[in-house]
């Protein structure tokens, strides 16, 4: 009976606290589903995470791969089977019950080049595996700042439009006392739905950086918060410093002279010739054939061994794909060079820019804070008078209303200098990149 009671008492205390469980779950997942993530994390799982790194990770194991069975050639492969059949009259073929061969590459003047070509592939693939981690870590960083300053921005603009909304009250009462005419409310409310079409257009973009960082780092869409501090100053670099190798142009111009190795082999291939070893071993029996009547002297343990020599005399074949490797090589030195130029290019583009970037970042912080000022000599007036009302000429007092657009026209400079220094981190970020200085980057990164 007493237990049966106690039984009673923990069911009605968990139908009791289930609410209260529930609840303390939904907070609980809530706060695990947004948490602050830092710049660190985020480039650290999007190297992870990214298609370009595990395609670049394929192409390195298939050029070591590559390197494998060139040096393999020389190293005697092993292999044993059997042929057991049945034969009727005059023997067809060996009648082999099992068999071993063994055979090798002993000299290949081409197989050499092959080799060389094989490293400077693993080489090249190893240059571009860096290349596509520096280029992941580039977008990661890009997005991740820029959600970052959109975050501030929206911030802005919701002050922005808390202020609008009391414009929009202040100007109501006005219009309808008969002291300000409807234009003036028409304005309020222009500036008003301008803000909100502003607010909009920011909470898209800040979506799609959101979708964006989920792709590259794997994590679920809108759990990733940016924490501002976590960003480290961004190296200042210039054009007039020496350019470091840049793994993905390193990359290319050790492809091109894999390229050119390997058309040098295929050329040799039908200029010089080639030896190869060879042995095999025969068990063969007379069970089912009569190969014993038509053949005297018959054995069942047969072994021969020995070199082959090959002497290309006509191989056209052979010639026309020494023809096209050689084509290829070509090609990819022509596609290095052009890397190079593009390379030239962005920077020269990226240093002119970012002068006149950094002026417009300037100019941004100056009218910011020259607003900022006048705001505070806006809220003054409003509360101390201007002392001069009486006095001929003198400036009317000031309105509610002045105060309200001061906020707004505060708010609008500050976030146009926090999406100028966006603009300006972006073009540094990429000048360091095109630079070869990523490694700077992410030092700094695993330092913060």
Same mark, same amino acid.
């Given at each position: 009976?007493?237990?049966?009671?106690?039984?009673?008492?923990?069911?009605?205390?968990?139908?009791?606290?289930?609410?209260?469980?529930?609840?303390?779950?939904?907070?609980?997942?809530? %706060?695990?589903?947004?948490?602050?993530?830092?710049?660190?994390?985020?480039? #650290?799982?999007?190297?992870?995470?990214?298609?370009?790194?595990?395609?670049?990770?394929?192409?390195?194991?298939?050029?070591?791969?590559?390197?494998?069975?060139?040096?393999?050639?020389?190293?005697?492969?092993?292999?044993?089977?059997?042929?057991?059949?049945?034969?009727?009259?005059?023997?067809?073929? &060996?009648?082999?019950?099992?068999?071993?061969?063994? &055979?090798?590459?002993?000299?290949?003047?081409?197989?050499?080049?092959?080799?060389?070509?094989? $490293?400077?592939?693993?080489?090249?693939?190893?240059?571009?595996?860096?290349?596509?981690?520096?280029?992941?870590?580039?977008?990661?960083?890009?997005?991740?700042?820029?959600?970052?300053?959109?975050?501030?921005?929206?911030?802005?603009?919701?002050?922005?439009?808390?202020?609008?909304? @009391?414009?929009?009250?202040?100007?109501?009462?006005?219009?309808? %006392?008969?002291?300000?005419?409807?234009?003036?409310?028409?304005?309020?409310?222009?500036?008003?739905?301008?803000?909100?079409?502003? @607010?909009?257009?920011?909470?898209? $973009?800040?979506?799609?950086?959101?979708?964006?960082?989920?792709?590259?780092?794997?994590?679920?869409?809108? +759990?990733?918060?940016?924490?501002?501090? +976590?960003?480290?100053?961004?190296?200042?670099?210039?054009?007039? #410093?020496?350019?470091?190798?840049?793994?993905?142009?390193?990359?290319?111009?050790?492809?091109?002279?894999?390229?050119?190795?390997?058309?040098?082999?295929?050329?040799?291939?039908?200029?010089?010739?080639?030896?190869?070893?060879?042995?095999?071993?025969?068990?063969?029996?007379?069970?089912?054939?009569?190969?014993?009547?038509?053949?005297?002297?018959?054995?069942?343990?047969?072994?021969?061994?020995?070199?082959?020599?090959?002497?290309? !005399?006509?191989? !056209?074949?052979? $010639?026309?794909?020494?023809?096209?490797?050689?084509?290829?090589?070509? $090609?990819?030195?022509?596609?290095?060079?052009?890397?190079?130029?593009?390379?030239?290019?962005?920077?020269?583009?990226?240093?002119?820019?970012?002068? #006149?970037?950094?002026?417009?970042?300037?100019?941004?912080?100056?009218?910011?804070?020259?607003?900022?000022?006048?705001?505070?000599?806006?809220?003054?007036?409003?509360?101390?008078?201007?002392?001069?009302?009486?006095?001929?000429?003198?400036?009317?007092?000031? +309105?509610?209303?002045?105060?309200?657009?001061?906020?707004?026209?505060?708010?609008?400079?500050?976030?146009?200098?926090?999406?100028?220094?966006?603009?300006?981190?972006?073009? @540094?970020?990429?000048?360091?990149?095109?630079?070869?200085?990523?490694?700077?980057?992410?030092?700094?990164?695993?330092?913060?």
């Amino acid at each position: 009976m007493v237990r049966k009671m106690g039984v009673k008492l923990r069911q009605k205390l968990l139908v009791f606290m289930a609410p209260g469980v529930a609840a303390l779950a939904l907070v609980c997942a809530s %706060a695990l589903a947004q948490a602050q993530v830092s710049l660190t994390s985020v480039v #650290e799982l999007a190297q992870q995470n990214s298609s370009a790194v595990k395609l670049a990770n394929a192409d390195l194991q298939k050029a070591l791969a590559a390197l494998d069975q060139t040096k393999d050639a020389y190293i005697p492969n092993f292999a044993i089977g059997s042929q057991v059949g049945y034969s009727h009259g005059f023997p067809t073929g &060996q009648p082999s019950v099992g068999s071993a061969t063994m &055979q090798s590459l002993v000299l290949s003047f081409s197989q050499r080049q092959y080799t060389k070509a094989a $490293r400077a592939g693993v080489e090249a693939a190893n240059l571009n595996l860096k290349d596509a981690k520096e280029q992941v870590a580039l977008d990661a960083s890009t997005a991740y700042i820029e959600m970052d300053t959109v975050d501030s921005e929206l911030e802005g603009v919701r002050e922005q439009e808390q202020d609008a909304v @009391r414009l929009v009250a202040i100007e109501q009462q006005r219009t309808e %006392a008969g002291v300000d005419p409807l234009s003036a409310l028409l304005q309020a409310k222009l500036t008003a739905a301008q803000l909100k079409l502003s @607010r909009l257009h920011l909470e898209t $973009r800040s979506a799609t950086l959101a979708k964006q960082l989920a792709t590259l780092t794997g994590l679920p869409v809108g +759990s990733i918060v940016p924490d501002h501090a +976590s960003i480290p100053e961004i190296p200042a670099v210039s054009a007039g #410093e020496a350019p470091r190798p840049i793994p993905g142009i390193q990359s290319a111009n050790v492809l091109a002279r894999s390229k050119l190795l390997e058309a040098k082999g295929a050329d040799l291939a039908w200029r010089r010739p080639s030896i190869g070893f060879g042995a095999v071993y025969n068990y063969d029996s007379n069970e089912l054939n009569s190969y014993s009547t038509y053949y005297n002297n018959f054995t069942p343990n047969n072994v021969s061994f020995g070199l082959q020599i090959t002497v290309p !005399f006509f191989d !056209f074949a052979v $010639r026309a794909k020494a023809k096209v490797s050689a084509a290829e090589a070509l $090609r990819a030195k022509v596609e290095a060079e052009q890397a190079q130029e593009q390379n030239d290019i962005q920077i020269s583009q990226l240093t002119s820019s970012l002068g #006149e970037l950094d002026a417009q970042a300037q100019v941004a912080s100056l009218k910011q804070q020259i607003s900022a000022e006048q705001l505070k000599s806006v809220l003054a007036q409003l509360e101390l008078g201007n002392g001069a009302t009486n006095t001929p000429g003198a400036p009317p007092q000031l +309105s509610p209303t002045a105060e309200q657009l001061a906020r707004i026209d505060e708010r609008q400079k500050y976030v146009d200098a926090i999406e100028a220094g966006l603009d300006l981190s972006k073009a @540094r970020l990429n000048l360091l990149h095109a630079l070869g200085h990523m490694q700077d980057w992410l030092n700094e990164l695993h330092a913060k």
